[in-house]
């Protein structure tokens, strides 16, 4: 099963908490009947896992975390290395993108059921060509 998805983005964090516990539910329940199970896309939460201290907060908005350790049967990956999202409140283009001076964030990756072995994981670095989000790739092999 392959879920993508997009959580709540501007809300108080109850939108994204039910949301999680919804997939995470979804998840449990189709890894419990046999199946691999995938959860791809823009979390707009990081992964307790992460590395996500290099991006300092320079918006109101915090990030949240989700505390992958709450969930023993799944691998959740992030790449904290090359943000996976910007902020939206000034335009990009011509702006000064140092990571001191433009908000960046790491919000997109995947969950992935146990009994599925990542090979590769990588965040493209696009340089957010086309959207405010990079593109995050991964190889797997199932069990």
């Given at each position: 099963m392959l879920?993508?998805?997009?959580?709540?983005?501007?809300?108080?964090?109850?939108?994204?908490?039910?949301?999680?516990?919804?997939?995470?539910?979804?998840?449990q329940?189709?890894?419990?009947?046999g199946?691999?199970?995938i959860a791809g896309g823009d979390f707009n939460q990081t992964f307790s896992n992460a590395d996500y201290q290099k991006?300092?907060?320079?918006t109101d908005w915090v990030c949240p975390v989700i505390d992958a350790e709450n969930y023993p049967d799944f691998t959740f990956r992030m790449n904290g290395t090359i943000p996976t999202c910007r902020s939206l409140d000034k335009p990009y283009a011509d702006a000064d993108k140092a990571a001191d001076a433009f908000q960046y964030w790491v919000t997109d990756g995947f969950i992935v059921s146990n009994n599925i072995?990542?090979?590769?994981?990588?965040?493209l670095d696009l340089g957010f060509k086309n959207t405010d989000h990079n593109p995050v790739v991964?190889?797997?092999?199932?069990n």
């Open positions: 879920i993508n998805l997009h959580l709540e983005a501007y809300d108080d964090g109850e939108g994204k908490t039910k949301q999680l516990a919804m997939l995470m539910d979804l998840m329940e189709e890894l419990d009947n199946n691999y199970v991006y300092p907060q320079l072995t990542i090979n590769s994981f990588e965040t991964m190889a797997v092999t199932f």
